[in-house]
């Protein structure tokens, strides 16, 4: 089994910076491509960035410029630096993650509980 474990998000006043986490844990072989993407209340949910296996990057422009997403491939923990945020930022964010994994080293899509962030003063 495979697991993705978010941490870090929590109440900040507009401005403000938070760093989310996403560990994978079980049986991996590699991660390929690891996201982030957000929910807010009455929403979609919608792609905040994404970033791939040769650390290329993507970015919804309503981000850019504001958050920086990145990798630990040795810890398999993806991270999410969250910078001048506001209120319209406030949303569950989730990680997910394309894993291969198993005899046949198939690739299998994986999403995290989900953490709540909150930008309000």
């Known amino acids: 089994q495979v697991q993705l474990v978010e941490s870090g998000g929590g109440l900040v006043q507009p401005g403000g910076s938070l760093r989310l986490s996403c560990a994978a844990s079980?049986?991996?072989?590699?991660?390929?491509?690891m996201d982030w993407y957000r929910q807010a209340p009455g929403k979609e949910r919608e792609l905040v960035a994404r970033?791939?296996?040769?650390?290329?990057?993507n970015y919804a422009d309503f981000v850019k410029g504001r958050f920086t997403i990145s990798r630990d491939n040795a810890k398999n923990t993806g991270y999410l630096q969250m910078n001048s945020l506001k209120p319209e930022d406030t949303a569950v964010y989730y990680c997910?993650?394309?894993?291969?994994?198993?005899?046949?080293?198939?690739?299998?899509?994986?999403w995290g509980q989900g953490t709540q962030v909150t930008v309000s003063s």
């Open positions: 970033i791939r296996s040769g650390e290329t990057t």
């Open positions: 079980g049986s991996i072989f590699s991660i390929n491509v």
């Open positions: 997910h993650a394309n894993i291969r994994r198993g005899v046949n080293n198939l690739e299998y899509s994986y």
